[in-house]
């Protein structure tokens, strides 16, 4: 399995951007499907964005859609979510994790290999 590292995580005020990465060690991201996550304190894990290896095919869950742009550097072994127009309900801690898997790229059980996570907070 690679070992992911987020960050770019932060304090923003509402309205603001963040770029987050996600950088793999011990393997190569080339052949995994990559996707962000977010969970917020009490809150159940939730889809953020996806992006596959094969075609580069980009999922969004619907609460980010329009604000964020997930895209990834095969040759930095990276991949990064573009985030603007933050707003409050954006705080949360946002981890990567890869797949092997062709389909369900929004279902966290799909994916066997997960970052420690970076912190996201949105103030008003």
């Known amino acids: 399995q690679v070992q992911l590292v987020e960050s770019g995580g932060g304090l923003v005020e509402t309205g603001g951007s963040l770029r987050l990465s996600c950088v793999a060690s011990?393997?190569?991201?080339?052949?995994?499907?990559v996707a962000w996550f977010r969970q917020a304190p009490g809150k159940e894990r939730e889809f953020v964005a996806a992006?596959?290896?094969?075609?580069?095919?980009?999922y969004y869950g619907s609460s980010v859609k329009g604000r964020s742009t997930i895209s990834r550097d095969n040759a930095k072994n990276a991949v990064y979510l573009q985030m603007n127009d933050l707003k409050r309900e954006d705080t949360a801690v946002y981890s990567c994790a890869a797949t092997t898997y062709t389909s369900g790229f929004d279902k966290a059980s799909r994916y066997d290999s997960w970052g420690q996570g970076t912190q996201v907070t949105v103030s008003s």
């Open positions: 992006i596959t290896w094969f075609n580069e095919n980009l």
């Open positions: 011990g393997g190569t991201l080339r052949p995994l499907s």
